[in-house]
Each structure stands twice: as structure tokens, then as C-alpha cells.
């Protein structure tokens, strides 16, 4: 699904030149549940970010789904987050002054889907995280997990090939961060594809490989036993 | 523009950011607001100005006489200089090309008049049939003078609508008999002026009945003419200034006035003072302009505020829509589409406000110099067009860059 080759990426910062990614060589196949750990500074984050077309790799090469990903404009790179790639903040990223199932159907409206058909599919995301009877509250009537939650609906609603979840527990406590797990994991069970970034190890032995970054290089990338999230709750 | 998605989208903004709307209608609509008011009170004051001018022909050249003040040619300061039939003779002899109407007037001094019981003090005074034009006199009963009263000398006068109102009440004057200084008159005429009850408070008698019947000598006491209007206002403006010029000096010529003599032959130029007005006119309606336009400017400042703030506000949505698919283009459209809604509509609103107070209030206003303001409807709805453009440009550039913002650093927690 994922084919990463070289992948270098620094920042500038002032006169400084700070080397992020220093050559990342890896894949992800489909339906994998992948953590990518690291302390900060690892460039994990950056990874992530580039793996999300929300930045750019100086060099090296990235495919998703068999199309090579590179000199994107801005439109394409809209276009492709809107198809293959679902989003999930730490910080939850809802827009505040819509309810629960507009931001859920929001992803379909820059797909061009109808009203109708919006709401409909909206509904069935958040009554797949369980927050079918929250749809017109607005995120700040919600708790943590119920807004990570409606995050994780909004990004399975464009119904894309990849999840992409930037310390999604981050902001959250022991058992609300067990119970979203819960719900990758299951998420994952049907199929998904998912990458999470964390520096939570407890969070990282629930999926089933962690590769570890050091430094801008892969220092481990090994499969682990799944912990199941249902078990810690 | 017929995107119903969008517009749905839009009216969802805006119904959850009611106050941000609000505010940024407010400073639309006060903008218009204001600069529709300044404008009808700069057309009110140039309609109140012209009406002050109404009361007599616009291009009138008023001559009276007066007491030497310099001594000339071996005469003495203080002579009073008495005009005759002869200068006005010599006058419209002169000037016969270039003269409209021309009348000399012959006053009364102490004009009692009386009818029946009633009787009361007016200006009567002894006038050619020109004399009607060069008031700007209209007739509402009956006739004014005419060259046969003159030549016959008929004991007929022309009251105007006050005196009849004082002296005839109800009764209709044409034909009656009033008694002017203690001598039979005939009414043949009532005649109104739009300078109001100043100006209708005489009576005019054929001049020279009135130098027979009073005084029995050929004296006049003033002269009024009134130029043939030329192609452009400058060309008659000029006709007239050199026509005072020759006047002033012929009469102080005629009666050994020194030339540098300013009071014993004064001439009055109206089309002067109305140069003088139209001026004061132009100037002031300039002035609303400039404060209108600095309004306008205040406005798109303001709205140009909003619009930045609103795109800073909404930079972490900017983000986040554009992580989940949005294209760069449909962002700018969405925020400008929502600020062309917001100012189009409140600028409208407020044009329909000015324009409503003025219709309500408007014709109600009775100031000296300012009559009925009222305001150019296409000049208010292209200043609507201006702010909404200038709003939509303002919040243009801000948005573009918002779009271009890359999602990743809108998104990075503060």
C-alpha cells in the first residue's frame, strides 16, 4: 500500500540546516496496523506529515496505492488527501461551530456528494463510533473521546485506503485513550490500513508492528503481538 | 455563484457566527448610511440656494442713486444725484441690442393704501410693463401693466397677493377701486413672487401715472434691466459684468459723479451674486463629496479589517478543510463569497435606510437654504458596488494567502 525509498527531508531554520529524515526505506502492505514510535525530535511527526501530503520530501521517492506521489500542486495534493487519506489529530482538529455530523460529512462535501447522501453517510460513521445520539452537538459539548471519536468518523467517512493518526490518544486519559484503540483496532480488523504515531508504548504494543526512529533513521521496524485494546478496559 | 452546496454551506457560517456578520454588516451599512445622508443635504442646501434666488430674475442689473462722497470738478461732497427719464432713455437707447427687459421705477413715499375699511403701508411704486419679468412676477388674477396704461397714463395698479389678502380678504380685488395716498386706483391685477411675502407686499402703478398723479416731474428712483441671456452662463455672466461697468460710468459721466465715487451710483449685478453662490454651491457640495468618499474609505478600511481578522480567525478551519480535500480555490471562494453576501446585503440595507429617512423626513424639512435633500439613486447604488468590491478585494488577498498557507502549519498547536 505504502512504498517509501530514501526519503530525506530537513528543514531551514534560520542558517541552521536541521536534517529531519536522513534516507527512511519502508513499506506498508494493506490492512496493516503500523506505530511509528519515536522520542520527539525522531521525526516521526515529519514522516507522518509527508506520508499525509502536508509536506514535501527534499528527496526519495513515495507511492501510494501504486501512484507515485511527487511535484504536487496544491490541487492534486487536495484531491488525493480527499480520496486516499483519512486524518486523526491529537488535538482533534473539528471545526467548532459545526455540529458532530457536519463535521463527519464535511470530507463528502469537498468529494462533491449531495446533502442527502452526506448526512446519511455521516450518520453511519458516527453510529459506528457510537456517537449516533451526540450527531447535533457541537465538538465542545463533547468530551475528549467523544471528539476523537467523531475525528476517527470523519476520516473513515471519505472512505479512504489509508488512516493516518498523529498521537491520536495524546490528549486523552488512560481508559478514554484504551477505548479509541478499541476502535482502531476494530477498524483495522475490517481491513483499514492504519498509521499512528506515538511515544506511548502501551499504545504502540496494541498494533501489530512498531518501527522505531532515531535520529531521522529507522533504528528497529519489527511485528509485535497485538495487545487487545477491549483487554485493558 | 449557483452552487446550492455552497450556499448552504454559507448560510450555515454565517447563521453560527452571528455576531461576526453583524458586525461586519454594521460598518457596511452605516458606511452607506452616512454617505447617502451627506449627499441629499448637499443637494437640499443647492435646492434651498437656487429658491433664495427665485425672487427676482437671475440676471438682474439693479442701478439706484445715492450722496456723493468724493468732491469733483470744483462740486462739493454731498450732492444728491437725482436720476431722470432721461437717463433711462439715454440707457435703453444704448444698450437696445443688449437688453431683455428694462424698466425704471419710480417710488412713492409714504404708500397708504385703502379699500373699504381696511387699509395699510406698502411700497407702491410707479413701474413699465418689463418690470414684471425682471421681479420674476406671475400673475394669479387679471393683468399686469401694459404700454397703453403707460401711454395714457390710467390710474390702474397691479397689487400683490398680500396686499389683497390684507385689503380684499375673500373679495375678488379685479376691477375694484382702492385708494393709493388719498387717489383712485383700479385693480387689474394680483400678482404672486417666489420670493415670497417680502415681495408681495406692493403695489405697482404705471410709472408715469405715478410721476404725474404724485410728484409731477420726471424723477426716478432706480433702474432695473435684465440682459439677453447669451449661448453659455460665462458669456452672459461676462455681457453683464461689462454692461454694470458702462453703466456706472455713463450715469456718473451724465451727472459729474468722480469715477472713484462709491456711493452716489450704485449698480447691483444679481448674476454676480448668483456666480458668487453657484460657486458656493459647488464648493460645498464638493466638501460632502470628499467627506462621503473619506466615509466610503473609512467603510472598506473597516471592512478590510473584518475580512483579516475573520481569515486570522479561521486559519485552524482553513487547515483542517484543507486536510480532509479542499482545494485551495474553493476556500477563497467560500470566504469571499460569504463576505460579497454579507456587505451586498447590508449595503443595500443601509441605502435603503437613508434613502428611506429621506423620503419620510425629506420633504418635511423648512430650513433657510435647505429644501427638500434627496439623493441620486444610481450614485448611492454604485457606491454600494464600490464597497462590496472593495470588501471582496480586501478579503481577497487575505484568504489567498490563507489557502496557500500549508495545511501542517495552520493545523500546529499554538
Known sequence: ??????????????????????????????????????????????????????????????????????NLNEKIAARYRNKFLGFIFQSFNLIGYKSALDNVAMPLYYQGVKRAERTEKAMHYLEKVGLAN?????????????????????????EPKVLLADEPTGALDTKTSYEVMDLIQGINDEGKTILIVTHERDIANMTKRIVNLKDGIIIDDSKVEQVKASANV | MFDIERWEEIFDTIRKNKLRTFLTGVSVASGIFILVILLALGQGMQNGISKEFEQDA???????????????????????????????????????????????????????????????????EGVYPDYQFIENASMTAGRFLNIEDHRNIEKVAVIGYRVQQDLFKKENPIGKIVK????????????????????????????????????????IRNMGFTMQPQNTFEETLAQSKVFSEELEKILKERHTVAPQDTSAINVFNTLTEVKRFFD???MIKLFFWVVGICTIIAGVVGVSNIMLIIVKERTREIGIRKAIGAQPWSIIAMILHEAIFVTAIAGFTGLL?????????????????IVNPSVNF?????????????GALAGFFPARRAAKIKPIVALRDE
Open chain 1, 1 to 70: 500500500m505504502i512504498e517509501i525509498k530514501d526519503l530525506h527531508k530537513s528543514y531551514k531554520m534560520g542558517s541552521n540546516e536541521l536534517h529531519v529524515l536522513k534516507g527512511i526505506n519502508f513499506n506498508v502492505a494493506e490492512g496493516e496496523l503500523v506505530a511509528i514510535m519515536g522520542s520527539s525530535g525522531s521525526g516521526k511527526s515529519t514522516l507522518l506529515n509527508i506520508l499525509g501530503m502536508l509536506d514535501e520530501a527534499d528527496a526519495g521517492s513515495y507511492t501510494l496505492d501504486g501512484i507515485p506521489i511527487k
Open chain 1, 134 to 158: 451526540w450527531s447535533d452537538h457541537l465538538p465542545n459539548e463533547l468530551s475528549g473521546g467523544q471528539k476523537q471519536r467523531v475525528a476517527i468518523a470523519r476520516a473513515l467517512a471519505s
Open chain 2, 58 to 124: 437671475s440676471n438682474r442689473v439693479s442701478v439706484w442713486s445715492g450722496v456723493t462722497s468724493v468732491e469733483y470738478k470744483g462740486l462739493n461732497p454731498g450732492r444728491f444725484i437725482q436720476m431722470k427719464n432721461e437717463d433711462f432713455d439715454f440707457i435703453k437707447t444704448k444698450f437696445e441690442n443688449d437688453l431683455e427687459y428694462k424698466s425704471s421705477v419710480n417710488r412713492i413715499w409714504s404708500g397708504l393704501a385703502s379699500y373699504k375699511k381696511e387699509n395699510g403701508s406698502y411700497r407702491i
Open chain 2, 180 to 219: 393709493l395716498s388719498g387717489i383712485n386706483f383700479k385693480v387689474v391685477g394680483v400678482y404672486t413672487d417666489p420670493g415670497g411675502e417680502r415681495e408681495e407686499n406692493r403695489v405697482f402703478i404705471p410709472l408715469s401715472t405715478s410721476q404725474r398723479v404724485y410728484n409731477g416731474s420726471n424723477v
Open chain 2, 280 to 282: 458656493l454651491i459647488t
Open chain 2, 353 to 369: 435606510f437613508g434613502a428611506g429617512l429621506l423620503e419620510l423626513v425629506g420633504p418635511n424639512i423648512e430650513v433657510d437654504y
Open chain 2, 378 to 390: 444610481n450614485v448611492a447604488l454604485t457606491t454600494v458596488f464600490i464597497l462590496i468590491f472593495a
